[in-house]
């Protein structure tokens, strides 16, 4: 069954296209009316849905178990294709619940990245070893910005404290110690 669901942009009235599949039980009619309400949600928080697509099937039944309940929804958005797969569930109600949330979260993700809002990898600094205290199992590194920064041998990832030289580079993660900043963790990225 295909239908339509109206919207208005701009004082104008859109029609977005709304497929409600159902295979192996009668969709009941409250049921029905819910998932319309929930698409119409879904397009009052993101305006640009070009299609959505309900499969709401009973599955084949093993002898043991009851009947369970998959909603899957297929969205399509400008440039992409949005899909929502879950678990089968032995209410109907809570299955379309689940999924149209899923999809709403996925919408959110969708939308985010589209304005930029996605989040970008945080450059981990990087500093120079500047004195090393073997036989104690301590150093300090030396910022760019000529901040003395603690680390203890323990905090060393990838190489031997022995083996460190003063004027290593090695990149670092910052923080406050009892004494005053020290590095929790240190990477040697070169000579």
């Known amino acids: 069954m295909k239908e339509m669901m109206e919207r208005y942009v701009g004082g104008e009235r859109m029609r977005i296209p709304?497929?409600?599949?159902?295979?192996?039980?009668?969709?009941?009619?409250?049921?029905?009316?819910?998932?319309?309400?929930?698409?119409?949600?879904?397009?009052?928080?993101?305006?640009?849905?070009?299609?959505?697509?309900?499969?709401?099937?009973?599955?084949?039944?093993?002898?043991?178990?009851?009947?369970?309940?998959?909603?899957?929804?297929?969205?399509?958005?400008?440039?992409?294709?949005?899909?929502?797969?879950?678990?089968?569930?032995?209410?109907?109600?809570t299955a379309v619940r689940d999924a149209f949330d899923a999809a709403r979260r996925k919408l959110e993700d969708f939308a985010s990245r589209q304005r930029g809002d996605v989040k970008h990898a945080v450059e981990i600094p990087l500093a120079r070893i500047s004195v090393i205290f073997p036989d104690e199992g301590y150093g300090f590194i030396t910022t760019p910005d000529g901040r003395e920064i603690y680390f203890h041998k323990n905090s060393l990832l990838n190489h031997d404290f022995k083996h460190l030289e003063e004027g290593m580079t090695v990149r670092f993660a910052e923080e406050k110690g009892e004494k005053g900043p020290q590095?929790?963790?240190v990477t040697v990225t070169g000579s």
């Open 18 to 93: 709304l497929q409600i599949t159902v295979r192996n039980l009668n969709l009941p009619e409250a049921i029905k009316a819910d998932i319309h309400e929930k698409a119409e949600k879904l397009e009052r928080f993101y305006d640009r849905i070009i299609r959505c697509r309900v499969v709401v099937e009973v599955p084949h039944r093993h002898q043991n178990e009851g009947i369970l309940y998959n909603v899957h929804i297929d969205m399509t958005v400008p440039g992409a294709e949005l899909v929502v797969r879950r678990e089968p569930n032995e209410d109907l109600a």
């Open 183 to 185: 590095a929790s963790t």
